[in-house]
């Protein structure tokens, strides 16, 4: 009897302790999270000429037409597109849309199954036929919800038969314990059923209502091999370019730490003479960026004398008063005594008497003494230091002058003999992160001593349309020697870090898929850069949108 009850009691205890219910190929929430949904279904076609990705969505295909060399939307030509369905074929209506992508409607879009499709280009003077299959899959059904009541039933009847049975046939001091596990089994039970909602209890194929859904297939990702799945939409938007590689040779080049100096042929400084206060010039004061020409007068430095100099200044005219009357009496007394006196004696009077007047009138003006001062050189104002009414000191720099067509680039060099093997260079900005052209150089010549213990090496920017230079301004001069580097040539844009912090570019793969390659490379200038190993000819590398396309996850 004990036997018996024990196993009513267990039984009531197991059924009630369940906390669900479900069917084959049930999935609780407590599983692996969902994968990400599959792409929508797609066409995919290319030639040396053209690539071709169709998206389908529902009974509509959305066309994407790029160069394959470039991936340079084609957003002009002319399309085809014919269909095998059945036993037949069907001619695709094309509708050109303004954002560069072609529309196809056809009602079997819609319906599982494989169709192959052959797609006419006309873009200009190309001319080129595609083929490509289109697999449309089988949608998974879902199954409605069964609900399974039975073992409820029993568990909750299993229960409190085992507490009655207990209650009325147990020993005397089994009770109190046969009690507990009687009510603690219907306890479960009914917690069970109150919080899991009907819904809970499922048939074969259930999937819960409220499960979070798939991520999206037609989203950008990062593959677990580490490459990129990109769809044609986001390329679009990121405007990811590509170019085929080639196999190149280039010079060896050594990378220098350089700024802009001025040209010491088209450039000056202006620079007063004596102490005064500046006045405007005919043109009032320069601004920067002004341009002004050779002689012209930019400002005026009235002298002012200090008090010790206005001291020495009033004594020496009192001495040249003094001297002066002195001679104008002597050289009267002479010319009253001519005839009686030589001649000699009275010229030389009166050339004492001359020089007497003329140094006092040179001492008295002093006082207002005004120098002029006038542009060294053609060019513009590259610094004003000065405002009207400031009083500056002799040689104090007042204005800079720099011609911005004739300045120089000057490199620091640590090996004296660079300079002999020096074929070529080009100035690039300070730092990688820094956006602007490359600047092709002259060598212009190298110095002999040190300079902050390197040998300073010039060089003038060579060519036309170049950008503006301003002196001080850091660069980097890519210096080319005689020495040959083969490899691949990539702009320098393509090269990203990856997140083991390794030089890598990305090389497309497919019409919507990237691998990361890691490389080696040498720099070439400023705009390029030669890989010596990852890469093989004729291979696509993303040389535009590289960032973007390191930076999806």
């Not at 319906?111 to 080129?128: K, L, R």
């Not at 040539?489 to 890598?504: C, G, M, T, W, Y």
């Amino acid at each position: 009897m004990n036997r018996l009850l024990s196993f009513f009691l267990a039984f009531g205890v197991a059924v009630a302790a369940a906390p669900s219910w479900a069917g084959p190929g049930h999935d609780h929430g407590d599983g692996a999270a969902p994968t990400a949904g599959a792409p929508s279904p797609r066409l995919t076609a290319s030639s040396d000429l053209f690539e071709l990705v169709g998206i389908v969505e529902g009974a509509t295909m959305t066309i994407y037409l790029d160069r394959a060399a470039t991936n340079e939307p084609v957003i002009d030509a002319t399309l085809e597109l014919e269909a095998a369905v059945g036993s037949g074929s069907t001619k695709l209506p094309l509708e050109a849309r303004p954002d560069g992508t072609y529309v196809a409607r056809a009602d079997f879009l819609a319906q599982p199954g494989q169709y192959a499709f052959t797609i006419g280009v006309t873009s200009g003077a190309d001319i080129d036929v595609l083929a490509g299959n289109l697999e449309i899959a089988v949608a998974e059904a879902t199954h409605a919800h069964e609900a399974a009541w039975w073992p409820w039933v029993l568990g909750g009847a299993a229960g409190v038969a085992a507490i009655i049975v207990l209650l009325q046939f147990g020993r005397r001091r089994a009770r109190p314990a046969a009690a507990a596990l009687g009510a603690l089994a219907v306890t479960m039970f009914l917690i069970n059923a109150l919080a899991l909602p009907a819904d809970a209890l499922a048939g074969p194929g259930h999937d819960h209502g409220d499960a979070p859904a798939a991520a999206g297939g037609n989203s950008p990702r990062r593959l677990p091999d580490g490459h990129v799945f990109l769809p044609k939409p986001s390329q679009r938007q990121l405007a990811v370019r590509t170019a085929l590689t080639e196999q190149a040779e280039r010079p060896r080049t050594v990378t220098l730490m350089a700024r802009v100096v001025a040209d010491p042929n088209a450039g000056g400084k202006v620079q007063p003479t004596v102490a005064g206060r500046i006045e405007a010039g005919p043109r009032g004061l320069p601004n920067l960026g002004q341009r002004v020409t050779r002689g012209e007068v930019l400002a005026v430095v009235r002298s002012a004398a200090g008090s010790i100099e206005r001291a020495n200044q009033n004594a020496a005219i009192a001495e040249l008063e003094v001297a002066r009357d002195v001679a104008e009496r002597r050289l009267a007394r002479l010319k009253q005594l001519e005839g009686s006196v030589s001649q000699r004696e009275i010229e030389a009077a009166q050339a004492e008497f001359d020089s007497a007047t003329r140094r006092l009138a040179a001492v008295t003006a002093r006082d207002a003494t005004v120098e002029p001062l006038v542009a060294p050189v053609t060019g513009v104002i590259s610094a004003a230091n000065v405002v009207a009414g400031q009083v500056v000191d002799a040689r104090e720099v007042v204005f800079e002058i720099v011609d911005p067509t004739r300045q120089r680039i000057e490199a620091v060099a640590f090996d004296p003999a660079l300079a002999a093997g020096i074929t070529g260079a080009h100035a690039a900005p300070a730092t990688p992160q820094m956006q602007g052209p490359s600047i092709p150089l002259q060598l212009v010549g190298a110095g002999r001593s040190q300079v902050e213990g390197g040998y300073p090496i010039q060089f003038v920017a060579a060519g036309k349309d170049l950008p503006p230079l301003t002196v001080g301004q850091p660069k980097r001069v890519f210096a080319q020697t005689a020495v040959r580097v083969k490899g691949v040539p990539v702009p320098a844009p393509a090269l990203v870090k990856s997140p083991s912090n390794e030089d890598i570019v990305w090389v497309k793969e497919g019409p919507e898929l990237f691998a990361p390659r890691v490389v080696r490379f040498e720099p070439v200038d400023g705009a390029t850069v030669v890989v010596v190993s990852g890469l093989q000819p004729g291979e696509r590398v993303v040389v535009q949108g590289a960032p973007l396309v390191n930076q999806v996850r």
